[in-house]
């Protein structure tokens, strides 16, 4: 997958001026059949630190429970 983090200038909606940060990848058990996108507004992190870890609860949890 791939992470990014787009950083935020201060204003009305972000008043603390936290990125934005994003997640893409895609998935499966055998081959890929599944695309993810994690997409959090002011979590003030990076991607890597909260998109992709959300990312990898979510196919955690679908490869439990789903496939």
């Known amino acids: 997958g791939k992470t990014g983090t787009a950083e935020v200038p201060v204003n009305s909606n972000n008043p603390k ?7 893409v ?3 499966g ?4 059949e599944y695309v993810i996108v994690v997409s959090l ?3 003030g992190g990076y991607g ?17 429970s789903l496939l």
């Open 17 to 23: 001026g936290l990125n934005n940060t994003w997640f």
């Open 25 to 27: 990848g895609y998935f």
């Open 29 to 32: 058990v055998d081959k890929p």
């Open 41 to 43: 507004e002011a979590s």
């Open 48 to 64: 890597g630190q909260y998109a992709a870890t959300l990312a990898a609860e979510i196919i955690s949890y679908m490869e439990k």
